[in-house]
């Protein structure tokens, strides 16, 4: 029987931040879109939120993330983490500063 070729993947990618990743095997992404109003012209920017599923719980709050619309595993979550793009650096306290300012 001859293989088909494969043909790439049809399904949406989103690049975002994460901004909870409390959950188990859940990550919560803010996505930007950015569109020129029809009428005005002004660039606005709009965000959504999506719930993405994360198998091996490796991201991390403020991390960019590459998430891929995938069937839907809950109520809220219908994506899923392909890649970590750039991990947020950790904050390192300055030494002359108070520790609770």
């Not at 993405?52 to 490796?58: L, N, T, W």
């Amino acid at each position: 029987m001859p293989e088909t070729p494969s043909r790439p993947s049809q399904r949406k990618e989103r690049t975002g931040e994460v901004i909870a990743a409390r959950m188990t095997k859940t990550i919560v992404v803010r996505v930007e879109r950015r569109f020129r109003h029809p009428r005005f012209k002004k660039v606005l920017t709009r965000y959504k939120k999506l719930y993405a599923h994360d198998e091996k719980s490796e991201a991390r709050l403020g991390d960019r993330v590459r998430v891929q619309e995938t069937r839907p595993m809950s109520k809220l979550k219908s994506w899923r983490l392909v890649e970590i793009l750039e991990r947020r650096q950790p904050i390192t306290p300055v030494a002359g500063s108070p520790a609770g300012a």
